[in-house]
């Protein structure tokens, strides 16, 4: 996918994106250890049915803007989402999110259901839902790497190529290793060191945003948007099994589906699919 390089001029901060295609907006959003670009072939097959795709660069993920993660919340990502929606249209926009960009898009939809219209979620479970995975310990050793990043030094230390490398591998199966535009963006370790943070305000509650704090328990009520959830079958970071209860955790006429043949990555993994579901989801 060939896209253009732009800048999101908004009240918070200045987002370096990716952007293809022409018609109604859909923002996509990405996870780690991930790059926009991941989401090439989706917004390939979005593009060719008429729709704008537009990929900003999580705060923090770009060389422009690695001074500017003071805090790492959700909340804080949810805010930016919600910024980047303002500035793009007076209208509410569909939104896509893939990993952490998933809790940026079920979070954005809670706080600010007035920016969104249509909501997709691939890989990670809605907020509302979240907690309760937590408690499954095989979901526990599966996430050893969120809890490994939360040790000074040893996190510093670990977090490299192969690592990730192996994380990509384990996570979608199907796949041959992270791609060399992942490579690039995390041999930078000031972007290491942002991501980090990210999943340090999972426990830190220094790095949360007190200006956001009255947005908290809003954000992971279920959003008042519909959803449609997507999982992989062969997800290799959260099973499918761990979407059973997901749909309670989300607005009336919203769905959860498990997309087979696919890993974590599954917009990689089933793109034809994957936006068969998307295009049929957003109308």
């Known amino acids: 996918m060939n896209f253009d390089e732009i800048v999101i001029r908004t009240d918070r901060l200045d987002f370096p994106a990716l952007a293809a295609g022409d018609g109604p907006t859909v923002v996509c959003w990405h996870g780690f250890p991930d790059h926009p670009a991941s989401f090439g072939p989706l917004a390939e097959r979005l593009v060719a049915a008429g729709r704008r795709v537009v990929v900003p660069f999580l705060r923090g993920h770009h060389p422009s803007t690695f001074d500017q993660l003071p805090f790492g919340d959700g909340l804080t990502l949810a805010a930016d989402a919600a910024a980047v929606n303002a500035a793009l249209s007076d209208e509410p926009l569909d939104v896509i999110g893939h990993d952490i960009g998933a809790g940026v898009a079920g979070r954005l939809a809670a706080i600010r259901p007035d920016l ?24 526990q050793q599966r996430f050893f790497y969120l809890f490994m990043f939360q040790v000074p030094g040893v996190a510093e230390s670990l977090l490299n190529d192969r690592l990730i490398d192996y994380l990509w591998r384990t996570w979608s199966p199907g796949l041959l290793g992270m791609p060399e535009y992942v490579r690039e963006m995390y041999a930078d370790p000031m972007l290491r060191a942002n991501a980090l943070k990210l999943y340090r305000a999972n426990f830190d509650r220094s790095l949360h945003d007190p200006a956001l704090a009255e947005l908290a328990k809003l954000s992971e009520q279920p959003a008042q948007v519909p959803m449609l959830v997507l999982a992989g079958a062969e997800d290799g970071c959260v099973t499918p099994d761990n979407y059973a209860d997901a749909a309670t955790g989300l607005a009336p006429g919203s769905r959860v589906e498990i997309v087979a043949g696919a890993g974590h990555f599954l917009q990689l993994d089933r793109p034809d699919e994957v936006a068969a579901l998307a295009l049929d989801w957003l109308g």
Not at 118 to 123: D, I, K, L, N
Request: glycine letters at 0%; charged letters at 25%.
């Open 116 to 139: 969104v219209r249509r909501v997709v979620t691939m890989s990670v479970p809605p907020p509302a839902a979240l907690r309760r995975i937590f408690d499954d310990p095989a979901q």
